[in-house]
């Protein structure tokens, strides 16, 4: 074990000390520092606060002669030999030295509190924050006998924090801290246990000797914290932690409260055999912020935890946060120990609160309220389209192809689509109010989706014996996006009409298991069957590809209106989905629970500011960076130029695709934000949004078009992955069709 015990030698022991002594001083490579009369000094001076020495100078010496009482200075106290200082130190023996050590603490803890914290046991383990903790306690002579608990050792990036120097490096914390504690009080009990808390040694820890008084927990292993909590329940011992956030406090008093929860019931799983097995932080954090509550901790933590393993190791902690923290923990255990009646709970004290001009918080992106369609004024502009073409179709026929219809991908899944039937004719239209998203700049990815639905629409009308017609009229702000009419033919069945009612989404991982080749022929085959569309397959690319999808999703998420979006797409919990039955379910993600918990923090438009702020934000790509390593090839499907109507029909080339993919058993998952992002930019380049990023998107457009060859107007029209892999767990919801069909009874 690491030497961290002085020893101790009376001043005037029997011979043997006395030829100890001698060794020691006589040593020239042990340092002697003897200032044993200005000690005395010192301790007079106290005894006699009534006496102004200063005036009275004959006094002092007549009090010191008194208390020496016939004895010289080499008499009095005990030398105290430090060996891993190589020094020997004179000091007042321990009374004495705890009666001048404790003279200035008066009457913030008066001589029988005093007397009464110096009988008690207190244990602390994790000694980073701990530190502080431990000595400042050690200061205010809050204990008789400390257990100080780490395994760890002293890095270069703990000296932000722990108050260390560099020849300690190397150091177990715990011993450092021992060491400390000894030069200031060498009369104090430590027990030091350097390797940490383990199943062998956590009940001598906490009762050997006599049961604790109170434990301080700072430790960073999760499965540590709960058994040491278990344990502290079982023997009704009060527990204190400060988490260097906002300074937050955190209190559990066993001792008083025998049944109440492990941290307040916050921590959902505490099976202690699970968190056992957590090693890395991707494994740690949702326990984690669980145990801190992430909603209560401050902007730049959370900010900062997005950047753990991107741009940071770990979470962030800085010396005058711990510092102060070492205080609070200080005064809590010091109260506690003297029978105040200091509440359980959870308490913030937030110095920038209390001290900062705090500014007005930038609000969060406001879209403009658009009124929802309405049936009269799809009426009315129907109207202005009179057909004398007898229904070729019964309502139930209608009804039947426009669920087909809304079975179709849309933006977000937000199903922006209304039809209106009417004189024999289906008219199209956009509700604006359910489509307004950055992404969709001039309503492109919208057409998309509606190319889709008409072709899904297209598809089950030839089951029934009709041929779709259908006039793109929507090239203005107008809603109305086609008309369409049928004809009646004889009936084709389409190979897949099967997939639309079982395609999907599929955002899970693949598993990069080969693809027949013959496969990616079938796709393209029947994307291609679109008149202009051409589907390319990239793959050597397909990482330089990725990187660069990536980054454009990272811009969008931290543009205040992509941000808004991404908020707003998402559906955080079952009953949400279930109750909108639009938006992205977030159980359709394949995401690691710190994955979730990630975006669960990135909800807070302040905390993405802050990143954007400060340039950072990488972490929004690494899902995209993820999903495209675990894909067999990445598709991309063009039209000859890229007017609206052209994504309308790339939008049929899509479905078409997606319909053979879902047919073949493949997953197919689009990652398109970088085409719509780039259409923005390319037309409106001095979109405020995305000025903070044009340099950026300059040199991602550049590599865009270098990788997908792209040297003309083409309509860029897609982009999806293909793989193989689990298949969909959750599927995305639809509104009743009841919401988005009617028919004119007028």
């Known amino acids: 074990m690491t030497e961290y015990r002085p020893i101790l030698i009376p001043a005037d022991g029997d011979a043997l000390s006395a030829e100890k002594l001698d060794d020691l001083k006589n040593r020239k490579e042990v340092t002697v520092l003897d200032t044993i009369e200005g000690q005395v000094k010192e301790l007079v001076k106290c005894r006699n606060p009534k006496t102004n020495f200063k005036e009275n100078p004959e006094k002092y010496q007549h009090f010191i002669e008194d208390y020496l ?48 914290l110096a009988q008690k046991k207190v244990g602390v383990i994790g000694l980073s924050v701990g530190q502080t903790v431990a000595i400042t306690m050690a200061m205010e002579c809050l204990f ?27 150091l177990n914390k715990a011993v450092n801290v021992a060491r400390e504690i000894a030069e200031i009080d060498p009369y104090l009990k430590l027990k030091v246990y350097e390797k940490g808390i383990t199943h062998d040694n956590i009940d001598a820890f906490f009762t050997e000797g006599g049961n604790l008084d109170a434990l301080v927990e ?47 019931g916050l921590v959902k799983d505490l099976d202690v055999e ?34 753990i393993e991107q741009s940071l190791t770990t979470w962030p902690q800085l010396a005058s946060s711990v510092t102060f923290g070492g205080g609070i923990v200080c005064d809590a255990v010091r109260r506690i120990l003297l029978g105040e009646d200091v509440q359980s709970g ?48 019964k309502e139930t026929e209608i009804s039947h192809l426009v669920a087909l219809a809304h079975l179709a991908p849309s933006g977000g899944n937000m199903q922006p ?64 996006v086609a008309i369409v009419t049928f004809t009646e033919t004889n009936k084709e069945t389409d190979a897949l009409e099967v997939a639309i009612a079982t395609r999907g989404t599929n955002r899970m991982n693949g598993d990069l298991v080969p693809i027949a080749e013959e496969n990616f022929d079938h796709i393209k085959q029947a994307a291609e069957e679109i008149e202009g569309a051409q589907l390319h397959w990239i793959t050597d690319k397909k990482e330089e590809l990725g990187n660069v ?56 438009h302040l905390v993405v500011k802050k990143l954007r702020d400060l340039n950072l934000g990488t972490g929004f790509e690494t899902m995209m960076k993820k999903s495209v390593r675990n894909t067999e090839r990445i598709g991309f499907i063009t039209m000859p130029k890229g007017t609206r109507q052209d994504y309308l029909e790339g939008g049929r080339a899509l479905e078409r695709a997606w319909l053979m993919a879902t047919k073949l ?57 293909l793989f193989k892999g689990k298949d969909i767990q959750t599927r995305s919801l639809r509104r009743e069709l009841s919401n988005h069909l009617f028919f004119d009874k007028s």
């Open 69 to 116: 009482a016939g004895r010289s200075y080499n008499q009095l106290g005990n030398w105290v030999y430090y060996p891993w200082r190589n020094t020997l130190v004179h000091l007042l023996n321990k009374e004495e030295y705890f009666e001048l050590r404790t003279n200035r603490n008066k009457y913030k803890i008066t001589d029988k509190e005093q007397e009464e």
């Open 144 to 170: 008789g006998e400390l257990r100080l608990a780490d395994f760890d050792e002293i890095e270069v990036s703990n000296l932000n924090r722990i108050r260390s120097g560099v020849l300690n490096i190397g």
């Open 218 to 264: 700072e430790c960073d292993g999760l499965d540590i914290k709960i058994v040491a909590r278990q344990k502290a329940k079982d023997l009704g011992i009060p527990v204190v932690m400060e988490t260097n956030d906002r300074a937050m406090l955190d209190i559990e008093r066993f001792d008083t409260e025998p049944n109440r929860p492990i941290l307040h």
């Open 274 to 307: 699970v968190l056992k097995t957590l090693k890395t932080n991707e494994d740690k954090v949702p326990y984690m912020l669980d145990m801190i509550g992430i909603e209560d901790t401050s902007i730049l933590l959370r900010a900062s935890m997005l950047e």
């Open 346 to 393: 959870r308490f913030y004290h937030d110095i920038e609160q209390g001290i900062v001009k705090s500014e007005r918080a930038p609000s969060e992106y406001v879209y403009d309220q658009i009124k929802p369609l309405t049936i009269g004024s799809m009426r009315e502009i129907a109207s202005r389209f009179p057909s004398d073409q007898p229904a070729a179709l």
């Open 417 to 480: 689509w209304k039809w209106f039937f009417s004189n024999g004719s289906l008219f199209l239209f956009l509700d604006h109010s359910l489509a307004n998203s950055f992404l969709d700049y001039n309503h492109l990815g919208t057409m998309v989706g509606f190319g889709a639905a008409l072709e899904n629409l297209r598809i089950g009308a030839r089951a029934l014996g009709f041929t779709v017609n259908y006039r793109y009229v929507y090239e203005s702000e107008d809603p109305l």
């Open 549 to 604: 999808l990536a980054a454009i999703e990272r811009i969008r998420l931290m543009t205040d209106r992509g941000h808004k979006d991404f908020i707003e797409e998402i559906r955080w919990t079952v009953e949400e989905a279930e109750e909108t039955k639009d938006g992205i379910d977030l159980r359709t993600i394949d995401l690691t629970e710190t994955e979730k918990a990630g975006l669960w923090v990135s909800r807070d």
């Open 665 to 721: 058993d493949l997953g197919f998952h689009p990652i398109s934000p970088s085409t719509f992002i780039f259409s923005r930019f390319t037309n409106e380049p001095n979109d405020e949004q995305l000025a903070p990023f044009r340099n950026e998107l300059n040199e991602l457009r550049q590599r865009f078009t270098d990788l997908l060859e792209l040297y003309n107007d083409e309509g860029e029209i897609f982009i999806f992955r």
